[in-house]
């Protein structure tokens, strides 16, 4: 599904060059939760800037279903960015002056598709993630949690392949916090949804399949999770305190 293969990522400033992701390799499968964690500045955010195709990188492929995404032109990104991927973010993205309801729907009115079919799919979806009784509402009138799960619907809209979420929890108490990783796990469960998720909240990452560790723009190590999550929290935390000398971002 998604390959990142040796990538290289360096940023200029001046005569200085600073290289943030050095030779990253890993692989995301149909239908995983996969998390990726480490210190701040591991260029966890900027990895996920690569693969949404906001920055160019230096060296190395990324394929999304074999295709090499740094061959594609400006157009050709625009619909792999409308067609192929779905994107949460930290706060939201909502449009303020459209309903829930209008919001899950804004990907497919890029796409000027039909109406009916439309509205039937964003009303299963906010069925799905328990928002349907908050569709007429605007973002100023719901919780977080609502907004962070209408977002999540947003982003399934057009079947994407894969979804990128960077700090998805990241703005959430912790109650909110797991309806909104159970949306994701629902999304996995019910559509075979592909989620790529960037967080620095180990309890979050405990639900995931899977967990990349960054250290210093290389993969750290990886730690499978074998269905007890309990366990799978405790490994996060040891890892990630041996990591940074107990301090975490
Ligand atoms: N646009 C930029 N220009 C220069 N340096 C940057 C830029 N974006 C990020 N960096 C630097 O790259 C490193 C990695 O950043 P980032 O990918 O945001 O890490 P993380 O998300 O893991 O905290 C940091 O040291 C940061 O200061
Ligand atoms: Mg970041």
Redesign the pocket.
Do not use: W
């Given at each position: 599904m998604l390959k990142v293969e040796h990538l290289y990522k360096s940023?200029r400033?001046g005569n200085n060059v600073?290289e943030?992701l050095k030779d990253v390799s890993f692989e995301v499968k149909q239908g995983e939760f996969v998390a990726v964690m480490?210190?701040?500045?591991?260029?966890?955010?900027?990895?996920l800037?690569c693969i949404s195709c906001f920055i160019p990188h230096d060296k190395g492929k990324i394929l999304l279903q074999n295709n090499e995404l740094s061959r594609l032109d400006e157009k050709q990104i625009a619909k792999v960015r409308n067609e192929n991927l779905g994107f949460v973010f930290q706060d939201f993205m909502l449009l303020d002056g459209l309903t829930v309801f209008e919001n899950v729907c804004v990907p497919k009115v890029i796409r000027k598709e039909v109406y009916g079919p439309m509205e039937k799919k964003a009303k299963n979806l906010l069925e799905l993630f328990g928002i349907h009784e908050i569709a007429d509402k605007y973002p100023a009138e719901i919780s977080g949690g609502q907004k962070q799960r209408t977002a999540v619907a947003r982003a399934l809209m057009n079947d994407p392949l894969l979804i990128l979420a960077d700090e998805p929890t990241g703005n959430l108490d912790s109650r909110s916090s797991e309806a909104v990783i159970s949306a994701f796990l629902e999304a996995q469960k019910t559509l075979n949804a592909t989620t790529f998720m960037?967080t620095h909240d180990s309890f979050s990452a405990s639900y995931c399949d899977r967990v990349i560790v960054?250290r210093d723009?290389n993969v750290y190590t990886e730690l499978v999770n074998n269905g007890d999550r309990k366990k799978f929290l405790e490994q996060l935390l040891d890892i990630l305190k041996n990591l940074n000398g107990g301090e975490q971002?």
């Amino acid at each position: 599904m998604l390959k990142v293969e040796h990538l290289y990522k360096s940023y200029r400033n001046g005569n200085n060059v600073y290289e943030v992701l050095k030779d990253v390799s890993f692989e995301v499968k149909q239908g995983e939760f996969v998390a990726v964690m480490g210190p701040s500045g591991s260029g966890k955010t900027t990895l996920l800037n690569c693969i949404s195709c906001f920055i160019p990188h230096d060296k190395g492929k990324i394929l999304l279903q074999n295709n090499e995404l740094s061959r594609l032109d400006e157009k050709q990104i625009a619909k792999v960015r409308n067609e192929n991927l779905g994107f949460v973010f930290q706060d939201f993205m909502l449009l303020d002056g459209l309903t829930v309801f209008e919001n899950v729907c804004v990907p497919k009115v890029i796409r000027k598709e039909v109406y009916g079919p439309m509205e039937k799919k964003a009303k299963n979806l906010l069925e799905l993630f328990g928002i349907h009784e908050i569709a007429d509402k605007y973002p100023a009138e719901i919780s977080g949690g609502q907004k962070q799960r209408t977002a999540v619907a947003r982003a399934l809209m057009n079947d994407p392949l894969l979804i990128l979420a960077d700090e998805p929890t990241g703005n959430l108490d912790s109650r909110s916090s797991e309806a909104v990783i159970s949306a994701f796990l629902e999304a996995q469960k019910t559509l075979n949804a592909t989620t790529f998720m960037v967080t620095h909240d180990s309890f979050s990452a405990s639900y995931c399949d899977r967990v990349i560790v960054m250290r210093d723009g290389n993969v750290y190590t990886e730690l499978v999770n074998n269905g007890d999550r309990k366990k799978f929290l405790e490994q996060l935390l040891d890892i990630l305190k041996n990591l940074n000398g107990g301090e975490q971002e």
